[in-house]
């Protein structure tokens, strides 16, 4: 009989189904606080890579280092991302990239004018230039570009295309409106996200040598207003 329930359990039959389904209550809870904490690794690493590339830049990030921020082991980073250049390009598409395809949706469905429109793109990429630790990834690119220049291209198609496309499409949209005076719209959109472009080098770079905290939303509301005046449409 002994043998008859052995070869049950390893066999996988209806009876250890049954035992699987008698597991404890606090066994089961475990299970789940388990997948959760599992399908929240990615997220995590991202968060201490974004961290150490911030502190050493991406040349000088090892996957250990990630690994020891994130507190995983270097094996358990491969299961997610192949290599630190797959770490990095994760980090700019969920971080940046998501949000400019957010705003091209909020571009589809305004209904105001394309200068209020406007307005509430650079005050929202403004913020988070100013704000958020995201900051460091267009620093890393600019820095690191020359040794990694296929991270620049992955940031040059993914971010910068993207960005002075939605922008463009903005600046297109008014002049056939009669909104705006008519100006190349790839001058217009390079000429608005110029500044948001500072913020960034200016916090990363050069903003602990301040000897007060600089006005980035200052900054931002002068620009917008220097910036309508010169699209308005000459009367």
Do not use: C
Request: cysteine-free.
């Amino acid at each position: 009989m002994t043998g008859q329930l052995f070869y049950m359990v390893m066999m996988g039959t209806p009876f250890k189904r049954k035992l699987d389904r008698a597991k404890p209550a606090g066994e089961a809870v475990e299970t789940a606080r388990w997948r959760r904490r599992k399908d929240a690794r990615p997220q995590e690493i991202l968060a201490a890579a974004l961290s150490v590339f911030a502190e050493k830049g991406f040349a000088a990030t090892r996957l250990d280092d990630i690994a020891l921020r994130a507190g995983v082991s270097k094996g358990t980073i491969y299961l997610y991302f192949e290599s630190k250049k797959a770490v990095f390009k994760a980090l700019v598409m969920e971080r940046l990239a998501s949000r400019i395809g957010v705003f091209g949706e909020t571009l589809r469905s305004h209904r105001g004018t394309s200068a209020e429109l406007l307005t509430q793109l650079l005050r929202h990429f403004g913020e988070v230039m100013s704000t958020s630790e995201d900051v460091v990834l267009p620093k890393i690119v600019i820095s690191e570009a020359g040794n990694f220049p296929e991270l620049a291209k992955m940031y040059r198609e993914e971010i910068i295309a993207r960005g002075i496309a939605l922008l463009g499409e903005v600046m297109e949209t008014g002049m056939a409106r009669g909104e705006f005076r008519m100006i190349a719209k790839e001058h217009a959109a390079r000429l608005a996200v110029a500044p948001i472009l500072l913020i960034a080098i200016w916090r990363t770079t050069f903003a602990k040598f301040d000897s007060e905290p600089y006005d980035y939303e200052g900054l931002v509301e002068a620009h917008i207003a220097t910036l309508l005046k010169g699209l308005a449409k000459e009367t």
